[in-house]
């Protein structure tokens, strides 16, 4: 496998964006933990679940990078508070008719 050797990342409940990044890098893992997983007194890493992953990633990385871009220690400006939040509301979160269901549910309850 050509793949970059990276370790796993696992989410924390005080912190939402490490869910993107958990995401981001199962995605990118997804042969090396499938691999893994083949045994089958394991249990398998199911398709279904890798799909609504690489479909939710790109949702997750809008709303990290707003929360990065808003939590910043310095050179913050609440007038980008509103223009952030607004993108994000009117664009980014807006269900699509190519949003999956699950997609769809998860832009729906995080507006």
Not at 61 to 84: D, F, G, H, R
Request: glycine share 0%.
């Amino acid at each position: 496998m050509q793949l970059p050797k990276h370790n796993l990342i696992q989410s924390c409940k005080t912190r939402w964006n490490s869910v993107c990044d958990m995401f981001d890098r199962l995605v990118e893992q997804r042969w090396a933990v499938t691999a893994v997983l083949s045994d089958r007194t394991i249990t398998k890493l199911q398709d279904a679940r890798t799909l609504i992953m690489e479909e939710i990633a790109p949702v997750l990385a809008m709303l990290k990078c707003a929360m990065t871009v808003m939590s910043t220690e310095t050179q913050v400006s609440i007038s980008n508070i509103y223009p952030i939040i607004f993108s994000l509301l009117k664009t980014h979160l807006q269900r699509s008719e190519d949003d999956s269901r699950q997609v769809g549910e998860f832009k729906s309850k995080v507006r």
